[in-house]
């Protein structure tokens, strides 16, 4: 396991990668992307992401995101088999056929095999506020999943405009104890989401534009 690091913010690249392309390249650039191609992603790149991730906004300035980068075929497999594993017994809980549980969970397998990066995403609640009343600390820990969407959204966008893809993988949030023990995560650090990273192989499918649902007062 490497050890861990926090980018550096004023790092000049930053900027500079961030002005590759406009905001409007980047937000409507962003796809999920399931295939990747073998091009290796630079360190540098995802360093510089997840330095974008940490300029989103987050309770009380918590900053309570915390991210765990997976670039060894090791690393990877170690965590698929593991979530896998807590995959199949879930879908068996569900009742789903033998033929879909293996074909749902050898496609997950495959699917974090083959991207090139795993970034996993954590938040740590050690920082947010303590209330007696359950009710007001459950939307303080919400508000750390709130700030977690931002952070991922930044990443992504940041790692779009250097042309790199990303999918979302909720997997984690449905087993983060398993998570936690396949990477040797400190305890506090509650995985809730991975971000797959890569040079996409060919365009997802055009996506329908926007319906915004707003009413005005
Ligand atoms: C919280 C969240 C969880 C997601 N989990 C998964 C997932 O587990 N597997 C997957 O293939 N896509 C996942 N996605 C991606 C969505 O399917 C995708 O964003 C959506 O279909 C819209 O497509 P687009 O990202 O290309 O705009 C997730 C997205 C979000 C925001």
Known sequence: MGASRKPGMNDPQLSLALGNLSLADSLLGRRSIRRFSDRPVDPGIIERAIAAA??????????????????????????????????LRDMEKEGLSEAERTRRHSGSIRLLTRAPVLILAALSYAQLDEYGDPGKQANEYMMAEHSLGAALQNLMLALTAERIGTLWRCAPLFCPETARAALELPADWVPRALILAGYPDGAPPPKDPPQPEVLTR
């Open 54 to 87: 940490c300029l989103a906004p987050s309770p009380h300035g918590s900053s309570p995101w915390r991210f765990c980068v997976l670039s060894s075929e090791e690393s990877k497999k170690i965590l698929a088999e593991m979530m896998g594993r807590d995959f």
